[in-house]
Structures are given as C-alpha cells and as structure tokens.
C-alpha cells in the first residue's frame, strides 16, 4: 500500500506536467492500485467486480472490508483526485436522484454500518502535512499520494482543497503499519570488458514517527483500528463506525451480486488478516 500511494503521487504529479497529455483519472488510479493489492498478496486479498450502472446513486467507487480474528472494519470508499490547481471537487449533484453525492454516500453507509470514506489522491506538491522531508544520506521518505478521511468530516468542513482536511487524513497504509518510512536504492557495479554494467538494489529502512508528529496524527487514526485491534481478544474501548464484532451476524453475511449492483457498487475488496499475530506491545492509542 505504501508503493502503490507513491507511485500515485509520482504517477499524478508526471500527468499534471504542461508536456504530458495523458489522462490519469480517478477510475484508473482505483483499478490499477486494487488490481496490484491483488495481485501482490493473493492469499489474504479478495476482489470482487459488479456490474456498473450509466448513473451512479451514492457515488461510492467500492466497498472496502478489513477481516480480523475479533472484528471485521467495513468502509465504503469514494476516489477524489486533486485537480492540476490543486482543487477538491467535493460538491457532485448525481443526475438521477438530484442529490448530492456525498450525501447519498453517507446516507448509503449509515444503512449497512459502513464508515463512508474518501480516497484522496495527490501529487507530492499538492501536500504540505504529508509531504515528504528530508532525510539523512541517500534515503527519501515515500510519496504518501492515497489519503483517508472521513465523508462525515469532509460533510461537515466542506473543503475546496486538501489543505482544509489535510490534517483530518491519514495515509491509506496506516491501515496496516502507522509508521513513516524512508528507502534509498542501492547499487552494485560490476565491469565487463572494461563497460559498466549498474544493478540496482532496492532497499529500506523504517523511520520513526516523532512525538510531536505523533500528537497531530492522533486524532485523525482514532477513526481507524489497527490490525492488532481487529485480532486482539478485547475490542477497542473507542467508537468506530463501520467497525463490527466477530461474533456479530452481520460478520458472515455478504450481499449478492444483485444487491451489491442495486446498490451502485462496483468492487467489493476483502483484505483478511486473521493470520497476522497481535504485536505484543498491543496500545490502540499508538500511532
């Protein structure tokens, strides 16, 4: 998830050049990034497509469910790229209905226990809060370009760009591992016949999270459990939408096709984590 958000934001920022004419738009970011979760980890990552309908009714791009041991987070996730000016196209009338998109996204959520989320992809420049920093040698700190945050804030700011919820976000990784991290590439030269031949190694390091970065992300990750909440034997003290128990009926029950289409949904993604072990300095206040 942390390649696949950088290469987001490398991906955009080359698309928002003067000098390069190529489209990079929210349907193929999606496609291509679930398509890749797929196919890397083909053991734990279920993807499901849907029909589509000429008219979406609640906007939603796919519907997102994290499987652990104690509990099951479900979201329903609509993709929003930044504009080249940087804006955030939020307000989206749906020709259908007459209804706003977000409202009809969240309407949507609130019915199946869902948490309605945006997926947010930027190009490096687009970010301040997220932007990468410098660090020490040759390492560089990935391109976080796949933001989360919550319609329901996104509802209540009505923002114009991303710096008006940029705080409120976290990167989609988060998800799995809450730390930052920085990689470098490492090469190896071998000659032959007096040519260079360079091969590169890829390599990376885990960079740690700083206290005072730790107390600006804090409230924004409390809408999100952590792998080890989903897994862990007592849930998380907090309140989290979309978050439902194991022991729950709703766990085990998955919509048909036919009702997954009624309701507009194009991809239904399963990431199942129940074999992942609980780290042992398990802290759902740690970021």
């Not at 497509?49 to 509990?71: C, M, P, Q, S, V």
């Not at 329903?76 to 209804?99: E, F, M, T």
């Not at 071998?190 to 091969?199: A, I, K, N, T, Y």
């Not at 897994?231 to 085990?252: K, Q, T």
Request: overall charge negative; hydrophobic content about 35%.
């Amino acid at each position: 998830m942390l390649e696949l958000a950088h290469a987001t934001s490398k991906n955009l920022g080359f698309a928002h050049r003067d000098d390069v004419h190529v489209s990079y738009g929210e349907e193929t970011i999606t496609e291509t990034n679930l398509l890749e979760l797929r196919r890397r980890h083909p053991t734990i990552v279920t993807l499901h497509t849907f029909g589509k309908k000429k008219e979406a009714l609640n906007g939603a791009d796919w519907e997102w469910h994290i499987i652990g041991r104690r509990g099951k987070f479900r979201m329903r996730v609509q993709a929003k790229r930044l504009q080249k000016n940087g804006a955030l196209k939020i307000p989206h009338k749906v020709k259908s209905s007459g209804a706003q998109q977000i409202d009809l996204l969240s309407k949507d959520a609130k019915a199946n226990r869902l948490q309605p989320i945006y997926c947010i992809y930027s190009a490096e420049n687009q970010r301040n809060h997220w932007a990468t920093k410098p660090t020490p040698g040759d390492f560089v700190e990935f391109e976080y370009g796949c933001l989360l945050v919550s319609a329901n804030t996104v509802k209540a700011i009505a923002p114009k760009a991303l710096g008006d919820i940029e705080t409120h976000c976290i990167p989609w990784h988060y998800l799995v591992e809450r730390c930052r991290y920085v990689g470098a590439e490492v090469s190896d030269i071998l000659e032959v016949d007096g040519s260079e031949m360079r091969f590169v190694i890829a390599s990376g390091v885990l960079s740690s999270v700083t206290d005072e970065a730790r107390a600006i992300d804090s409230v924004a990750v409390r809408s999100f459990p952590t792998l080890d909440e989903l897994n862990a034997s007592v849930g998380p003290s907090r309140e989290i939408d979309g978050l439902i128990d194991a022991n729950d009926p709703e766990y085990e029950r998955r919509s048909s096709e036919e009702e997954y289409r009624e309701r507009r949904i194009g991809r239904l993604v399963e990431i199942d984590v129940r074999e992942i072990p609980v780290a042992e300095d398990d802290d759902e206040d740690a970021v």
